[in-house]
């Protein structure tokens, strides 16, 4: 299985049957990790929408959403091309109300403007890839 963390958020990629077990597994142990899964907060992509009453079934009572279309993983997302290019869109118009509210203080103190800049503001811009172009 393919597994992916970043902080307390994690995705896995593999059969739903082995996506079942890992799920279990995570519920059943995380805890005693300090990692407590929130099915409600959970989300199983589909990639092959045909499969969803089978997904629903096997993940029955669990509690998590099951869907097939476009969503946000780890800072990023999953889908179509016009929901990745709003949600950069989204993301740039953020960042740059930030830059502008940053702007009006190095006048009265420029090296907490500039420590605000680099530890916090420059690092969010990391995540977007050099080359977005789609994988199939």
Do not use: H
């Not at 899964?37 to 009453?53: F, G, N, R, Y």
């Not at 009572?61 to 990023?76: F, H, V």
């Not at 009006?104 to 420029?110: A, I, L």
């Amino acid at each position: 299985m393919k597994q992916v963390w970043y902080a307390d958020d994690s995705f896995a990629v593999r059969s739903l049957a082995r996506v079942k077990k890992w799920w279990e597994y995570l519920q059943a142990n995380g805890p005693d990790f300090g990692y407590c899964p929130k099915p409600a907060k959970t989300i199983l992509l589909l990639k092959d929408s045909s499969l969803m009453q089978a997904t629903q079934k096997i993940f029955k009572g669990d509690g998590i959403k099951i869907t097939d279309q476009d969503e946000r993983l780890l800072g990023s997302v999953i889908g179509t091309e016009s929901f990745r290019k709003q949600y950069i869109k989204n993301k740039v118009e953020s960042w740059v109300k930030y830059l502008q509210s940053l702007s009006k203080y190095p006048q009265d103190d420029p090296q907490a403007a500039y420590s605000a800049y680099t530890k916090g503001l420059s690092s969010r811009w990391t995540l977007i890839p050099k080359n977005s172009a789609r994988c199939e």
